[in-house]
């Protein structure tokens, strides 16, 4: 069957405010034409559709947000204060927080270890020391 662009457009918009769809990919079930027909008119790509799908999107965040401000779940406020804080209060109330950095924001300098004898065998007890990468430092 043969579809007009502008038909499937409408009709897709229709479906996108109906029934808030917020993602691409529900917008075919709400149509007459299959998938492979919904790209090949290339509705996918339309400024009007994606607009009235994000529009729905931000609706949705929105709502979401208001009602965990609302809220006295503690999850849901901490969720919340994570969108809105800051790089470093996010770092100093984050569970797991990796420094990239050295002391004072300096590359880490890497610390070799190396057999105490000199070569790359261990002998006796095994034992290894620490080398520094600094001219003139190693460490034990």
């Known amino acids: 069957m043969a579809y007009k662009t502008k038909e499937l457009e409408k ?17 075919v079930s709400y149509l007459p034409c299959s998938k492979p027909t919904f790209y090949e008119h290339k509705l996918n790509e339309l400024d009007s559709i994606e607009a009235l799908l994000n529009k729905n999107k931000d609706e949705m965040k929105a709502t979401l947000r208001n009602k965990w401000y ?31 950095t050295g002391k004072d924001g300096k590359d880490f300098k890497p610390i070799i270890f190396v057999p105490v004898n000199g070569n790359n065998k261990r002998s006796g007890n095994g034992s290894l020391r620490k080398e520094s990468t600094e001219p003139g430092r190693n460490g034990s």
Request: glycine share 0%; net charge positive; with cysteine.
């Open 70 to 100: 609302l809220s006295d779940n503690a999850t849901l406020q901490i969720t919340l204060y994570r969108l809105l804080c800051t790089d470093a209060e996010r770092r100093k109330i984050a569970m797991n927080y990796n420094e990239h």
């Open 11 to 27: 009709k897709a918009i229709k479906a996108i405010k109906e029934n808030k769809l917020i993602f691409i990919e529900e917008v």
